[in-house]
């Protein structure tokens, strides 16, 4: 049985294995082996004092970590990276890898927990520093989300964009496809954690959405599987998380921000203004990227995932934003500001991984 776990450090194709071997073996490197290590520990809670020594090491580079990463507007990268590869480590437990069982020993580990919540509070708090939150509960909600959906339907060509489009070479396109597999094999997933409860047209609307992406139920037209066959058309790895070692953290933050909105029934509104951005914008990115796969003569298959979403998604911007966002700001008027904070963060976030992940494809050139 495949354990995605002991996959991680095999980045695959793209990259080899020689880059990373000569790579410098950072304390960051170290503490997130010590983590592993704590992951697959049995019954990590009750063996703690055992552990204690790699335990408080963990610990210390965490505390550091933490000071580096959100100590400024912009803080350390590698510090970044650091975090957000621990946080995602204990989020993924929240879904189901068809691997190993013992994999998820610690699902509901209180030490987990406590390592979750001390990361997530502080980068959170950094998170918001960069929205004036203030600005936004003075807005009229509806008009608000309503101005931005248009604008953001069709937005003008960034210089990113541009280079996608009329510049990147293949290998650029196989690179950006490695990274955007953390999320294209599993797409869909989170949005599942929120459709339990009371029945409306809410809720009604979000189940459709699921269903589209997850291909009403058949795994031949299920989002993830036009994904796959992308990666298949180049040779490359179809198991999920097959490429976690390429990903910026920035896309990594993207995750584990929609971990954290989906996971904590709280920041419902806050997760729909966000899954509101991010169906209404994304055909808009996938534009981007089949044109470049046409200019660069690939077959059908090899940009089938973003034909899909030009269609699907543009339908399901309009349905999030006329049947999900736009009720719930009239159902919930004092929170309703929440909504625009989800849609402008997921934006803000969004705008960010895509340009790390630019940086990313110039530099595999
Ligand atoms: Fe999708
Ligand atoms: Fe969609």
């Not at 992308?230 to 971990?259: I, K, R």
């Not at 209404?280 to 059908?300: D, F, H, V």
Request: charged share 25%; hydrophobic share 40%.
């Amino acid at each position: 049985m495949q354990s995605n776990l002991a996959m991680f450090p095999t980045a695959g194709i793209v990259e080899k294995s020689t880059q990373t071997e000569k790579r410098t073996v950072t304390k960051y490197d170290r503490a997130e082996q010590q983590f592993i290590e704590l992951l697959a520990a049995e019954d990590l809670d009750n063996i703690l004092d055992v552990e204690a020594e790699k335990v408080n090491e963990f610990e210390r580079i965490l505390s550091n970590a933490i000071r580096a990463a959100y100590r400024d507007d912009c803080g350390d990268m590698q510090a970044h990276r650091f975090l957000q590869r621990i946080l995602y480590r204990i989020n993924r437990l929240k879904l189901f890898w068809y691997d190993d069982l013992q994999n998820y020993t610690n699902e509901r580990s209180l030490y987990l927990y406590s390592c979750r919540n001390q990361i997530e509070a502080a980068w959170q708090d950094w998170e918001l520093t960069q929205i004036d939150v203030r600005a936004l509960k003075q807005l009229d909600v509806k008009q608000a989300l309503i101005e931005r959906s248009s604008n953001d339907l069709d937005p003008p060509l960034s210089e990113n964009s541009k280079y996608i489009r009329e510049e990147m070479t293949e290998a650029g396109y196989r690179h950006l496809l490695a990274i955007a597999s953390l999320d294209g094999l599993v797409e869909g997933s989170r949005l599942a954690r929120i459709l339990g409860g009371a029945a409306n047209e809410v809720q009604c609307t979000l189940v459709r959405v699921l269903l589209e992406e997850y291909g009403n139920g058949r795994l031949s037209r299920k989002h993830s599987t036009f994904f796959a066959q992308m990666l298949s058309e180049f040779g490359m790895n179809t198991q999920p998380e097959g490429y976690f070692d390429l990903v910026p953290w920035e896309v990594l933050a993207c995750s584990n921000h929609n971990f954290l909105l989906t996971e904590r029934k709280r920041h419902f509104l806050r997760y729909n203004g966000g899954l509101t951005y991010f169906e209404i914008a994304g055909p808009g990115a996938y534009k981007n990227y089949l044109t470049a796969a046409q200019r660069l003569g690939l077959s059908e298959a090899a940009m089938g995932y973003w034909e899909l979403h030009i269609k699907e998604d543009e339908r399901h911007g309009q349905w999030m934003l006329d049947d999900v966002a736009l009720p719930l700001a009239e159902q919930y008027p004092d929170h309703a500001w929440e909504l625009v904070l989800g849609y402008d963060q997921e934006k803000l976030m969004g705008d960010r991984a895509a340009q790390a992940v630019v940086q990313s494809i110039r530099k595999s050139e």
